[in-house]
């Protein structure tokens, strides 16, 4: 093990084993989605393909059921996207990430449309029409626009998006169905309030546990939450400090487990905007410096570690394929290893459809 230089290749299979891509963990969904500090989910469907990837015997059936009784919900949090956290997460990390979710309202347009109007006063407005009961974010925005006919639906909706802690319901997100975008209250839907400690300091340990060593501005592009450094000078008394081949300081949590550079990292199919892949400033650790440019944010192949390729399924009339494009030419035997993991893939994300197997496009 390395002293105080980390190489790429052990920041890499440290990341992997962390984020238990080496090999697949015998662990429970809801937490797996924890340990991970919640899975990207613009996509409702992508996290059981990430789980999938991490997981022995992952069976989809089981998230289904966990969304559907709200044990695990889809929030707006890290970098204000969608995230499918727990819901104890869910109710813990929404405080510490309400700045990143309310800057919106003064880099979008909708901020602009609606800066006339008094903050506290169209997040109360808000807060009554959606505790109606839930409803699509167009929906909030016409209840809202009888108030306020001056200003553009659309502009509500996401201004009031951006001010009100909301998650979306089931049975969007469930295995297999496909429904409209329908919000609620956090607090409401489950039943608890927020925690009202908005201290990064935890959320930053977490991060470090399971994405570290990291610099603080790779985390900073986990969550996009600005005024770190206080926390992290808090924090760094009890954390341990490598530098990587760039000199570059890495922080980590005391006990973090490194990997051996020469470990084996077999092939892995990773979801669109997987948070394995997203989630440092410095993503060499994951995409080779020749493939930065590369469509990275996509479904992604890794090979010995690397993103090193996309994947995509297409489905017409029934029969599913799932579409590899390398992005360099592999060898027979690396084809050979990502062809029959994308058939253990087909056979879960297809498995009651016929499918024509596996095509590599140039």
């Known amino acids: 093990m390395a002293g105080e230089v980390l190489t790429r290749r052990e920041l890499n299979r440290t990341l992997l084993g962390r984020q238990m891509l080496l090999e697949r963990r015998a662990m429970a969904a809801p937490e797996a989605i924890g340990h991970l500090v919640g899975m990207q989910a613009q996509n409702p469907l992508d996290p059981y393909i990430g789980l999938w990837s991490r997981l022995e015997g992952f069976d989809p059936e089981e ?23 727990t819901a104890r997460d869910c109710l813990v990390l929404r405080p510490v990430m309400d700045s990143v979710i309310r800057a919106a309202l003064t880099a979008q347009r909708f901020g602009q449309d609606t800066a006339a109007i008094d903050r506290s006063e169209l997040a109360a407005a808000a807060r009554e029409v959606i505790g109606r009961g839930p409803m699509t974010r167009a929906e909030l ?38 429904h409209r975008a329908t919000m609620a209250l956090v607090d409401e839907f489950l039943g608890e309030p927020l925690t009202d400690d908005d201290s990064p300091d935890e959320a930053i340990l977490r991060y470090l546990r399971t994405y570290g060593p990291a610099a603080p501005k790779d985390v900073r592009a ?24 760039s000199g570059t300081e890495l922080l980590d949590v005391p006990d973090g ?38 469509p990275w944010w996509k479904g992604t192949v ?47 994300a297809a498995a009651d459809a016929p499918r024509t197997g596996i095509r590599f496009d140039a």
Not at 222 to 245: H, M, V
Not at 331 to 348: I, N, S, T, Y
């Open 63 to 85: 998230l289904s059921e966990l969304v559907a009784s709200g044990a695990v919900v889809r929030a707006w949090l890290m970098r204000g996207t969608i995230h499918l956290v």
């Open 141 to 178: 925005g016409r209840a809202l626009a009888e108030r306020w006919p001056e200003v553009a639906p659309d502009a509500l909706g996401l201004a009031a998006s951006s001010l009100v802690p909301l998650l979306q319901v089931p049975p969007r997100g469930t295995w297999g169905a496909t």
């Open 222 to 245: 986990w969550c996009y939450k600005t005024g770190l450094r206080d926390a992290i000078d808090r924090l760094r008394p009890e954390l341990r400090t490598f530098r990587d081949e």
């Open 257 to 294: 487990e490194l990997f051996e550079a020469e470990l084996e990292a077999p092939p892995r199919f990773l979801p669109e905007y997987d948070n394995a892949v997203l989630s440092h400033d410095d993503r060499s650790r994951v995409i080779a410096p020749g493939n930065a440019e590369r």
């Open 302 to 348: 890794l090979v010995d570690g690397f993103a090193a390729g996309t994947w995509r399924f297409e489905r017409a009339e029934g029969p599913m394929t799932l579409a590899i494009a390398p992005w360099s030419e592999w060898p027979k035997r690396v084809r050979d290893q990502v062809a029959a993991e994308g058939e253990r893939l087909l056979g879960f």
